[in-house]
């Protein structure tokens, strides 16, 4: 059964008239990973946001979104809050920039967890370390106790995976997560991302531009190009034998460069260029 | 400029400039443009009304209040406008100094503004008026004194925020100066919020003067000046109430148009609207929007 | 012609100068960077590899060593000129916002003494994949790939000895990046220039490099020549090169 429906989605600048994606549909059924692909530019974070209804105001956007049935686009603002969190949560690409930076990263999260349940405060406490200790954020106290601009990147990714796992919510969007962080913290978040689909059954709607890392969390892929798919279909597929000229296009851009590396590293002759 | 072309569009910003320039010239031309000397005393004419020679009657001494009215322009606006200027003139070289060297010269100049800043401003104007005597020169010395270390401070933060930019490790990479770079690249990043900051403290730097002249500690008579001319009003107050209204009206517009102004400034150089990418691209990095985590719980 | 690292150390305080804990970001680092070498600095957020940078540049000083350019301290500024050119990660505010383009190609000759004209910059600007009509154009009127090649042009314009590109690729596009390296590669052939790249990309710095440099915690873990990279002998840098390929 399908968990989130999006149909014919268009989103233009209020301001310009500007058209932004014109018509997109896609869904989502429980348990899968969708990845949304594209370069900068593509549309792929206004989906996004879209679907949270957290783009700008100038931001119009017009079209179906259906969580169960019940689409999203309809609700008033007090009944979208009451959505988003518990039934929809958002994981960003900059940590520091999704977190309250006046205040310790415990507070936001206990208030946070006070808005959407009526459990206790050693309830919630019991269930944020569960979830953290599960990411690997093992000094569970000293994280919630510090402030936002104290921790890396990769760990503000992981306390925002565990709030999600707390909140078990239907679907996930993470908002290139990965982005923003080396490569050795990306490998691991991305374990995170992947566990947490073992966990929870929430949909993963997973933008990025990276492929590898689509190459392993994704189900199926979308490819965006100027607001528009152009491709869609399971991840083998896309990224193996593509039909659209965009998509191995921007499946061999690092192409090169990975050859390379795998020449080097397995000690075959490097042909110069 | 786009910046201009904005600034005009918005009709109350244009007509607070108009009022504030004409002022300034006015008051620059006195003895060109009022039709009586401000301090010819005309015994007879003690309290006379309006008239055709006299536009806005006479006062107590039989003085022209439409000249007094205008050449206490000088004293109530152009004069602190002089010391307005040297007020931000020397926050700013201390401020740019400090925002951009940070480390213990900061922190020294900023200790010494807290000092002085840890005065109340009154009481400040007051004890100096009272040390150095009554006067134009002292009011105006004692302004300066109370507001550099207001604007070193504001001026530091502004400059602190720019001094960290990328365009200017940049500069410093290449070898440029320090003194380059401050005329060059600070300065001109940080020159319209400094416009902004200086046109708000116009406002209240009118009043003050305006206000201390009242209590009798301004400039000395015989002068013209809005405020002492209020303060020789009151014993007529109820008689005569069109001594008062005069030079207080003319306190009203001209600070309300000020106030105004500083406004449009502001609002003319807001970085989302205006440099809508130049300033908003240098400080996105450090805008930080907690908020939008908080409305995604 | 050579750059020298000799054990330099920097710490930070943390909350203020009158108290606070000192923060230890490098320790006793020292390495060489010859003409026409292009250097790869590995390390992961944190390691310290971005502090080194600007030490490198000379922006910041060393609490402990020293840094010379052929024997003559980095700090100052006359060295600078003409040597020592950057390009930082963060492309829009790296250049001037009431520059135009033009303005920012000129910066850094102003100092060399050079001349550039139209022409000149007409063709630097092709060498990165632009064209004219970019010279009137302002930083924000630019998208990243185009604001990060108009800093790499920039950088080249006063041919220094070295460029040290810090993050310099990383916000960018696959495809975009693949471009600005092979203009690189290229720009080094060219111009025989030499490059100090801080990354944590591996595969983009072997691409690049001849020597590749592991820091980790403020340290140098291990040097090691691109062709010989999977003869790494540190488990540090062999369970970074692994995590890359899988």
Redesign the interface.
Known sequence: MSLLEVEHIKIWDGRTGNVLIPDSSFQLSQGECLAIVG???SGKSLTCKAL?R?NRPEIRQSGRISLYGVDLASLSDKEM?RY??RRM??I?QNG???????RPVGA?LL??LS??YDWSRSEMIASLSTAMISVGLKNFSVVMERY?HEL???MLQRVMIALAIVMEPDVIIADEPT?A?????Q?EVVEQFVHLRGRIGSAIVFVS???EVVRRIADDVLVMKDGVIVERGKTSKILNDASHSYTR??VS??E???R???Q????TD?AKG | MKLFDRFLKDRLAVASLAVVAATLLIGLCAPLIAPHPPNEVNLELRFASASWTYWLGNDHLGRCILSRLIYGIRPSVLWVLAALGAAAFFGAVLGFVAGYFRGRTDAVLMRLCDVMLSFPGYVMTLAIVGMLGAGLTNILLAFVVMKWAWFARVIRTTVMQYADADYVNYAKVLGIGHLGIMKRHIAPAALPEIAVIASSAFGSMILQISGLSFLGLGIEAPHAEWGMMMNEARSVMFTRPELMFAPGLAIIVVVSSVNFLSDALQKALDPKLVLSGKRASILNGKILRGLRKKEAA | MLLKVESISKSYRRNGWLGGERHQVLREVSLEWKKGESLGIIGESGSGKSTLGRLLLGIEKPNQGSITWNGRPITDRRVRRGTISVVFQNYVSSIHPFYTVRQALLEPLKHVGGQLGTKDMTELLCQVGLDESYLNKYPHELSGGEAQRVCIARAVASVPQCILLDEAISSLDGSVQMQVLELLKQLKETYEMGYIFITHDIQAAAYLCDRIMFVRGGEIVETVETTQLRHVQTEYAKELLHKVLS
Not at chain 1, 96 to 102: E, K, N, Q
């Open positions: 370069e900068s530019g949270m957290l809050r988003r969190g949560c958002m960003m520091m920039r999704a977190f309250d930076p006046s936001f208030e946070v808005i959407h936002p890396s990147g990769g982005t962080l080396d490569a050795v913290t490998y531009h990276d492929l296009f921007l851009s690092k090169a460069l990975r390379y590396y795998m080097l590293m397995e000690g490097v």
